[in-house]
């Protein structure tokens, strides 16, 4: 067998993987369990505004001295936003406690990006 042609075709092998690989991006919003209305509203565009453009998000929450006697806050400020932006994504994992940080992780819809691109063409009649 001709090594050069080997080398070649699993070259050509290796490229052609790498080309049907899709990066996964994750974006972190943090947040914490008394914050203001205005304030989650911002952070609720930026979380839309990640998932929109095809990326997943970890939303972390913190909690500081006596707010990590009351994780129920955190997880319900994590269910409003997962309901508000359900339209754009779901929740990946659920919403964990992990040491002074309860995090959860959002993933765009399958079909976010074909949606997104049908709705920047315009329409022709």
Do not use: C, W
């Not at 290796?14 to 369990?33: F, H, M």
């Not at 008394?34 to 952070?43: N, V």
């Amino acid at each position: 067998m001709d090594y050069g042609k080997f080398k070649y075709e699993s070259a050509q092998k290796a490229r052609e993987s790498r080309r049907n690989q899709q990066l996964t991006v994750i974006k972190e919003q943090k947040l914490r369990p008394k914050i203001d209305q205005h304030d989650y509203e911002t952070k609720k565009g930026h979380v839309s505004r990640f998932l929109s453009a095809g990326n997943k998000v970890k939303v972390t929450i913190m909690f500081r001295g006596r707010e990590q006697s009351r994780p129920e806050l955190g997880f319900r400020l994590l269910q409003k936003l997962a309901d508000d932006v359900q339209e754009l994504g779901y929740v990946e994992s659920s919403p964990k406690q992990d040491g002074r940080n309860m995090i959860m992780v959002l993933a765009p819809h399958k079909n976010a990006k074909a949606k997104q691109k049908a709705a920047k063409e315009p329409v022709e009649s």
